[in-house]
């Protein structure tokens, strides 16, 4: 399997400028998770989903960040307009399921984002 | 609510010695307990979980975990230390039951050779 594959890996944009992030999760997983990892906030979780239903997204941050998952094998985050505090490295993430035999994530290579 | 602590931000070692990077929990129910590693530029790497069972749980890359449940501490552990074990290290505890994890701050090991 290839992983949780991520795109872009890396992302320059201005201010003001719309952003769009890319999943996909390791095939037949259930569940996916998407964070964001700052040196001064360290890792957060920013909203998950369980079979393509959001469940929680209580941790994202402002009306400017939305994300969807429109099938099981995709997943975006988009942010609207960007700002640059919102530069962090976004990282998804991935489970089979929500059991506890089945809830061990596996994480993708993230994108760097750098809003300018 | 569900939380863990990861009280030293870096911990050094010289190669070839044990090391120890800590953890304390506090969960209502039984705890669920991972380890994390990511290294430079790269996403998280599952090393180990403990779930129930063995105090004692082995994983990745030779890394090995203690679950001590009156002292609410899962610390990793490592017999030997590697200058390739040099990363960023995070504990993390299941927020619930829709398989959400809570991550610590994470520590810096850094080995030496």
């Known amino acids: 399997d290839a992983g949780v594959i991520q795109s872009p890996r890396h992302e320059v944009t201005e201010m003001g400028q719309e952003v769009t992030l890319r999943c996909k999760p390791i095939?037949?997983?259930?569940?996916l998770f998407w964070y964001r990892q700052t040196m001064m906030r360290g890792l957060e979780l920013l909203i998950y989903?369980?079979?393509?239903?959001?469940?929680?997204d209580s941790g994202m941050p402002e009306d400017r960040f939305s994300a969807k998952m429109p099938n099981a094998s995709f997943s975006t985050l988009k942010i609207q307009p960007s700002e640059p505090r919102d530069s962090a490295v976004y990282f998804c993430?991935?489970?089979?399921?929500?059991?506890?035999?089945?809830?061990?994530?596996?994480f993708g290579p993230g994108t760097r984002l750098t809003v300018l | 609510a569900q939380s863990v602590a990861q009280p030293e931000d870096q911990v050094n070692v010289a190669e070839g010695n044990p090391l120890t990077v800590k953890c304390t929990y506090s969960?209502?129910?039984?705890?669920?307990l991972f380890w994390y590693v990511q290294y430079p530029n790269r996403g998280l790497q599952f090393l180990l979980k403990y779930i129930t069972g063995d105090n004692l749980v082995k994983g990745s890359y030779g890394f090995e975990a203690e679950f001590n449940k009156s002292q609410t501490s899962f610390h990793l552990k490592k017999p030997s230390a590697l200058v390739s074990d040099s990363a960023l290290y995070f504990c993390a505890v299941r927020g619930g039951s829709q398989g959400n994890l809570i991550f610590g701050k994470g520590t810096k090991l850094s080995v030496k050779p």
């Open positions: 969960v209502s129910g039984n705890p669920y």
């Open positions: 095939s037949g997983h259930n569940s």
């Open positions: 993430a991935s489970s089979l399921g929500q059991g506890k035999n089945t809830d061990t994530q596996y």
């Open positions: 989903f369980n079979n393509n239903v959001p469940i929680d």
